[in-house]
Protein backbone atom coordinates (compact mmCIF):
# COMPACT_ATOMS: atom_id res chain seq x y z
CA UNK A 1 0.00 0.00 0.00
CA UNK A 2 1.40 3.57 -0.80
CA UNK A 3 1.52 6.03 2.00
CA UNK A 4 -0.91 8.81 3.00
CA UNK A 5 0.41 11.94 2.13
CA UNK A 6 0.39 14.32 5.38
CA UNK A 7 -2.76 15.27 6.43
CA UNK A 8 -3.04 18.95 6.80
CA UNK A 9 -6.67 20.45 7.56
CA UNK A 10 -9.31 21.65 5.47
CA UNK A 11 -7.57 21.06 2.45
CA UNK A 12 -6.79 19.06 0.10
CA UNK A 13 -4.82 15.45 -1.00
CA UNK A 14 -4.18 16.53 -4.33
CA UNK A 15 -2.83 20.14 -5.88
CA UNK A 16 -5.57 22.02 -5.66
CA UNK A 17 -3.87 24.41 -8.83
CA UNK A 18 -4.18 21.84 -11.99
CA UNK A 19 -7.31 20.38 -13.29
CA UNK A 20 -6.18 17.07 -12.93
CA UNK A 21 -5.81 17.72 -9.28
CA UNK A 22 -9.33 19.21 -8.49
CA UNK A 23 -10.71 16.51 -10.46
CA UNK A 24 -9.20 13.58 -8.35
CA UNK A 25 -10.30 16.04 -5.41
CA UNK A 26 -14.03 16.29 -6.43
CA UNK A 27 -13.77 12.51 -7.36
CA UNK A 28 -13.37 11.67 -4.05
CA UNK A 29 -15.96 14.57 -3.01
CA UNK A 30 -18.81 12.98 -4.76
CA UNK A 31 -18.35 9.15 -3.75
CA UNK A 32 -21.50 8.05 -3.43
CA UNK A 33 -20.15 5.62 -0.77
CA UNK A 34 -20.30 7.98 1.74
CA UNK A 35 -24.26 8.21 1.36
CA UNK A 36 -23.82 5.34 3.26
CA UNK A 37 -22.10 6.82 6.32
CA UNK A 38 -24.18 6.23 9.79
CA UNK A 39 -24.55 8.99 12.62
CA UNK A 40 -21.72 7.27 14.56
CA UNK A 41 -19.33 7.39 12.09
CA UNK A 42 -19.97 11.42 11.27
CA UNK A 43 -19.72 11.90 14.62
CA UNK A 44 -16.43 9.78 15.18
CA UNK A 45 -15.07 11.66 11.83
CA UNK A 46 -15.49 15.07 13.40
CA UNK A 47 -14.65 13.90 16.86
CA UNK A 48 -11.01 13.03 15.19
CA UNK A 49 -10.61 16.37 13.04
CA UNK A 50 -11.12 18.28 16.36
CA UNK A 51 -9.07 16.09 18.20
CA UNK A 52 -6.10 17.20 15.62
CA UNK A 53 -7.26 20.42 15.06
CA UNK A 54 -6.86 20.62 19.45
CA UNK A 55 -3.51 18.97 19.22
CA UNK A 56 -4.70 16.31 21.28
CA UNK A 57 -4.53 13.48 18.36
CA UNK A 58 -4.07 9.91 20.00
CA UNK A 59 -0.78 8.97 18.78
CA UNK A 60 -2.47 5.33 16.71
CA UNK A 61 -4.43 7.67 14.30
CA UNK A 62 -2.64 7.48 10.48
CA UNK A 63 -2.48 9.95 7.75
CA UNK A 64 -4.92 8.00 5.68
CA UNK A 65 -7.39 7.82 8.54
CA UNK A 66 -7.57 11.79 8.72
CA UNK A 67 -7.63 12.29 5.07
CA UNK A 68 -11.29 9.48 5.08
CA UNK A 69 -12.75 11.37 7.96
CA UNK A 70 -12.14 14.82 6.07
CA UNK A 71 -13.68 13.89 2.82
CA UNK A 72 -16.86 12.14 4.93
CA UNK A 73 -17.09 16.07 7.01
CA UNK A 74 -16.61 17.36 3.55
CA UNK A 75 -18.91 14.79 1.78
CA UNK A 76 -21.85 15.85 4.37
CA UNK A 77 -21.15 19.44 6.46
CA UNK A 78 -21.50 22.63 4.53
CA UNK A 79 -17.94 24.39 4.79
CA UNK A 80 -19.78 27.82 6.14
CA UNK A 81 -23.23 27.08 8.04
CA UNK A 82 -21.20 23.63 9.66
CA UNK A 83 -25.00 22.21 9.52
CA UNK A 84 -26.00 18.61 7.39
CA UNK A 85 -26.58 18.72 4.08
CA UNK A 86 -30.04 16.88 2.98
CA UNK A 87 -28.68 13.38 1.49
CA UNK A 88 -30.30 14.03 -2.00
CA UNK A 89 -28.74 17.88 -2.49
CA UNK A 90 -25.15 16.65 -1.66
CA UNK A 91 -22.34 16.91 -4.68
CA UNK A 92 -21.95 12.66 -3.39
CA UNK A 93 -25.91 12.46 -4.17
CA UNK A 94 -26.62 13.76 -7.66
CA UNK A 95 -25.66 11.07 -9.52
CA UNK A 96 -27.54 8.67 -7.54
CA UNK A 97 -30.75 10.84 -7.06
CA UNK A 98 -30.44 12.65 -10.47
CA UNK A 99 -29.89 9.74 -12.76
CA UNK A 100 -33.77 8.54 -12.89
CA UNK A 101 -34.37 12.25 -13.91
CA UNK A 102 -32.37 12.88 -16.48
CA UNK A 103 -33.22 9.72 -17.84
CA UNK A 104 -36.89 11.00 -17.56
CA UNK A 105 -35.86 14.02 -19.57
CA UNK A 106 -33.96 11.48 -21.89
CA UNK A 107 -36.99 9.20 -22.86
CA UNK A 108 -38.19 9.29 -26.77
CA UNK A 109 -42.17 10.67 -27.44
CA UNK A 110 -42.47 12.99 -25.13
CA UNK A 111 -45.72 14.41 -24.67
CA UNK A 112 -46.39 18.12 -23.60
CA UNK A 113 -47.21 16.59 -19.97
CA UNK A 114 -43.91 14.27 -19.45
CA UNK A 115 -41.69 17.28 -21.14
CA UNK A 116 -43.45 19.70 -18.48
CA UNK A 117 -42.75 17.37 -15.66
CA UNK A 118 -39.41 16.15 -15.83
CA UNK A 119 -37.98 19.80 -16.24
CA UNK A 120 -39.84 20.66 -13.73
CA UNK A 121 -38.44 17.76 -11.79
CA UNK A 122 -35.13 18.29 -13.06
CA UNK A 123 -35.02 22.19 -11.75
CA UNK A 124 -36.08 21.19 -8.62
CA UNK A 125 -33.93 18.92 -7.95
CA UNK A 126 -31.14 21.34 -9.22
CA UNK A 127 -32.56 24.41 -7.47
CA UNK A 128 -31.91 22.69 -3.83
CA UNK A 129 -28.41 21.34 -4.91
CA UNK A 130 -27.76 25.13 -5.68
CA UNK A 131 -29.27 26.38 -2.52
CA UNK A 132 -27.90 23.65 -0.46
CA UNK A 133 -24.35 24.14 -1.85
CA UNK A 134 -23.96 27.79 -2.06
CA UNK A 135 -21.74 30.75 -0.31
CA UNK A 136 -23.84 30.82 2.67
CA UNK A 137 -21.60 33.13 4.93
CA UNK A 138 -24.38 35.86 4.36
CA UNK A 139 -28.15 34.87 5.00
CA UNK A 140 -30.25 33.88 2.16
CA UNK A 141 -33.84 34.75 3.01
CA UNK A 142 -36.85 31.96 1.97
CA UNK A 143 -38.60 34.81 -0.44
CA UNK A 144 -35.02 35.12 -2.27
CA UNK A 145 -35.30 31.38 -2.43
CA UNK A 146 -38.54 30.84 -3.83
CA UNK A 147 -38.34 33.94 -6.10
CA UNK A 148 -35.04 32.20 -7.44
CA UNK A 149 -36.60 28.89 -7.64
CA UNK A 150 -39.58 29.85 -9.15
CA UNK A 151 -38.00 31.57 -11.97
CA UNK A 152 -35.43 28.75 -12.60
CA UNK A 153 -38.33 26.38 -13.01
CA UNK A 154 -40.36 28.91 -15.50
CA UNK A 155 -37.23 29.49 -17.34
CA UNK A 156 -36.16 25.57 -18.09
CA UNK A 157 -40.03 24.63 -18.94
CA UNK A 158 -40.44 27.44 -20.96
CA UNK A 159 -36.72 27.06 -22.76
CA UNK A 160 -37.66 23.07 -23.29
CA UNK A 161 -41.46 23.48 -24.52
CA UNK A 162 -40.47 26.20 -26.82
CA UNK A 163 -37.55 24.25 -28.51
CA UNK A 164 -39.70 21.06 -28.83
CA UNK A 165 -42.73 23.67 -30.44
CA UNK A 166 -39.81 24.54 -33.12
CA UNK A 167 -38.74 21.17 -34.11
CA UNK A 168 -42.62 19.98 -34.58
CA UNK A 169 -43.62 23.20 -36.45
CA UNK A 170 -40.44 22.73 -38.89
CA UNK A 171 -41.50 21.51 -42.46
CA UNK A 172 -38.15 20.91 -44.03
CA UNK A 173 -36.89 18.05 -41.17
CA UNK A 174 -37.47 14.42 -42.24
CA UNK A 175 -39.01 12.13 -39.56
CA UNK A 176 -35.63 10.50 -38.73
CA UNK A 177 -33.95 13.93 -38.41
CA UNK A 178 -37.14 15.66 -36.43
CA UNK A 179 -36.70 12.00 -34.04
CA UNK A 180 -33.36 12.81 -33.81
CA UNK A 181 -33.62 17.00 -33.04
CA UNK A 182 -35.69 15.99 -30.97
CA UNK A 183 -33.56 13.68 -28.62
CA UNK A 184 -31.25 16.92 -28.43
CA UNK A 185 -34.04 19.68 -27.01
CA UNK A 186 -33.06 18.68 -23.77
CA UNK A 187 -29.30 19.88 -23.99
CA UNK A 188 -29.77 23.62 -24.66
CA UNK A 189 -32.77 23.44 -22.81
CA UNK A 190 -31.34 22.03 -19.06
CA UNK A 191 -27.99 24.11 -20.25
CA UNK A 192 -29.52 27.53 -20.19
CA UNK A 193 -32.06 26.70 -17.47
CA UNK A 194 -29.11 25.35 -15.35
CA UNK A 195 -27.10 28.49 -16.06
CA UNK A 196 -30.53 30.78 -14.74
CA UNK A 197 -30.86 28.28 -11.57
CA UNK A 198 -28.11 28.86 -10.21
CA UNK A 199 -28.00 32.83 -11.08
CA UNK A 200 -31.38 32.74 -9.25
CA UNK A 201 -30.91 30.83 -6.33
CA UNK A 202 -28.58 32.42 -5.92
CA UNK A 203 -29.02 36.05 -6.82
CA UNK A 204 -28.92 37.51 -2.91
CA UNK A 205 -24.70 37.01 -2.88
CA UNK A 206 -24.77 39.57 -5.65
CA UNK A 207 -26.33 41.98 -3.42
CA UNK A 208 -25.37 40.64 0.05
CA UNK A 209 -21.31 40.15 -1.02
CA UNK A 210 -19.40 37.14 0.30
CA UNK A 211 -16.30 36.78 2.59
CA UNK A 212 -13.34 37.46 1.76
CA UNK A 213 -10.65 35.68 3.57
CA UNK A 214 -6.54 35.68 3.39
CA UNK A 215 -4.52 32.51 3.06
CA UNK A 216 -4.94 31.89 6.98
CA UNK A 217 -8.84 31.83 6.62
CA UNK A 218 -9.11 35.06 8.49
CA UNK A 219 -11.83 37.11 7.10
CA UNK A 220 -10.93 40.50 5.55
CA UNK A 221 -14.08 41.73 4.28
CA UNK A 222 -17.59 41.15 2.86
CA UNK A 223 -17.17 41.45 -1.38
CA UNK A 224 -19.64 42.28 -4.23
CA UNK A 225 -17.26 41.71 -6.76
CA UNK A 226 -16.16 38.38 -4.96
CA UNK A 227 -19.82 36.93 -5.11
CA UNK A 228 -19.62 37.92 -8.58
CA UNK A 229 -16.71 36.20 -9.78
CA UNK A 230 -18.15 33.00 -7.52
CA UNK A 231 -21.54 33.05 -9.39
CA UNK A 232 -19.38 33.53 -12.61
CA UNK A 233 -17.51 30.48 -12.11
CA UNK A 234 -20.41 28.27 -10.71
CA UNK A 235 -22.78 29.21 -13.83
CA UNK A 236 -20.03 27.71 -16.19
CA UNK A 237 -19.70 24.69 -14.66
CA UNK A 238 -23.19 24.04 -14.56
CA UNK A 239 -23.35 25.08 -18.46
CA UNK A 240 -21.00 22.45 -19.42
CA UNK A 241 -22.15 20.20 -16.57
CA UNK A 242 -25.35 18.33 -18.71
CA UNK A 243 -22.91 18.63 -22.25
CA UNK A 244 -21.82 15.05 -21.93
CA UNK A 245 -25.25 13.64 -19.75
CA UNK A 246 -27.27 14.63 -22.73
CA UNK A 247 -25.25 14.57 -25.67
CA UNK A 248 -23.21 11.02 -25.33
CA UNK A 249 -26.66 9.01 -24.39
CA UNK A 250 -28.48 10.00 -27.61
CA UNK A 251 -25.87 9.68 -29.81
CA UNK A 252 -25.20 5.58 -28.64
CA UNK A 253 -28.50 5.19 -28.72
CA UNK A 254 -29.05 6.61 -31.84
CA UNK A 255 -26.44 4.38 -33.48
CA UNK A 256 -27.46 0.88 -31.51
CA UNK A 257 -31.05 1.71 -32.99
CA UNK A 258 -29.80 1.50 -36.56
CA UNK A 259 -28.34 -1.62 -35.58
CA UNK A 260 -30.06 -5.41 -36.79
CA UNK A 261 -30.34 -6.73 -33.53
CA UNK A 262 -31.02 -4.09 -30.91
CA UNK A 263 -34.78 -3.23 -32.08
CA UNK A 264 -35.97 -6.78 -31.97
CA UNK A 265 -35.03 -6.25 -28.04
CA UNK A 266 -37.52 -3.23 -27.10
CA UNK A 267 -36.62 -4.01 -23.23
CA UNK A 268 -33.52 -3.07 -23.85
CA UNK A 269 -33.83 0.50 -24.63
CA UNK A 270 -34.27 1.66 -21.20
CA UNK A 271 -31.23 -0.34 -19.34
CA UNK A 272 -29.50 0.46 -22.07
CA UNK A 273 -30.47 4.59 -21.77
CA UNK A 274 -29.84 3.74 -17.47
CA UNK A 275 -26.06 2.89 -18.28
CA UNK A 276 -25.15 5.48 -20.57
CA UNK A 277 -26.81 7.84 -18.13
CA UNK A 278 -25.16 6.99 -15.40
CA UNK A 279 -21.64 6.61 -16.76
CA UNK A 280 -21.93 9.99 -18.31
CA UNK A 281 -23.07 11.37 -15.30
CA UNK A 282 -20.45 9.94 -13.32
CA UNK A 283 -18.08 11.38 -15.50
CA UNK A 284 -19.45 14.54 -16.09
CA UNK A 285 -20.10 15.79 -12.62
CA UNK A 286 -16.06 15.83 -11.42
CA UNK A 287 -15.19 17.43 -14.81
CA UNK A 288 -17.39 20.27 -14.35
CA UNK A 289 -16.95 20.86 -11.10
CA UNK A 290 -12.78 20.84 -11.25
CA UNK A 291 -12.72 23.48 -13.68
CA UNK A 292 -12.48 25.75 -11.12
CA UNK A 293 -11.27 25.45 -7.13
CA UNK A 294 -14.00 25.67 -4.49
CA UNK A 295 -11.49 28.05 -2.44
CA UNK A 296 -11.24 29.97 -5.17
CA UNK A 297 -8.34 32.92 -5.52
CA UNK A 298 -9.43 36.65 -6.25
CA UNK A 299 -6.52 39.19 -6.75
CA UNK A 300 -7.01 42.48 -4.03
CA UNK A 301 -6.82 45.02 -6.85
CA UNK A 302 -9.99 43.82 -8.24
CA UNK A 303 -11.78 44.22 -5.07
CA UNK A 304 -13.60 47.19 -3.79
CA UNK A 305 -11.60 49.77 -2.36
CA UNK A 306 -12.70 49.43 1.57
CA UNK A 307 -11.39 45.56 0.98
CA UNK A 308 -7.99 47.11 -0.43
CA UNK A 309 -7.10 49.18 2.69
CA UNK A 310 -7.71 46.73 4.97
CA UNK A 311 -4.62 44.05 3.84
CA UNK A 312 -1.09 43.88 2.23
CA UNK A 313 -2.13 40.46 0.43
CA UNK A 314 -1.98 40.63 -3.18
CA UNK A 315 -4.74 37.99 -3.25
CA UNK A 316 -8.08 36.49 -0.98
CA UNK A 317 -9.53 33.94 -1.04
CA UNK A 318 -13.59 32.88 -1.03
CA UNK A 319 -15.73 29.70 -1.05
CA UNK A 320 -17.15 29.43 -4.51
CA UNK A 321 -19.87 26.76 -3.60
CA UNK A 322 -20.33 24.11 -5.68
Given at each position: T???K?????S?K?D???????F??F?N????RT??????E?E?SL???N?YE???LPQN?????LWNA??I?QA??H???GD???M???M??Y?????PI??GL??PN??????V???W?NQ???????????N?T?NT??S???????????????????L?A???????L??L?????????P?P?????S???VV?M?H????TG?E?T??N???????????K?????T?M??A????P????P??????????????RYPR??????????????????P??I?L?P???????E????????K?K?VAL???K??
Amino acid sequence: TTKAKPFTLDSSKYDQGTFSGRFKHFLNVIDPRTLLTTKNELEDSLSLLNSYENGSLPQNVTDARLWNAQKIKQAIIHPDTGDKIPMPFRMSGYVPFGTPIVIGLLLPNQTLVSTVFWQWLNQSHNACVNYCNRNATQNTSMSDFISGYVGAVSSAVGIALGLNALVKRSTKLSPLTRSLVQRFVPFPAVATASVCNVVLMRHSELSTGIEVTDANDNVVGISKKAAKKALVETAMTRAFLPAPILLIPPVIMTMLERTKWFPRYPRLNLPAQAVLVTASFGLALPLAIALFPQKSQISVEELEPEIKIKTKEVALYYNKGL
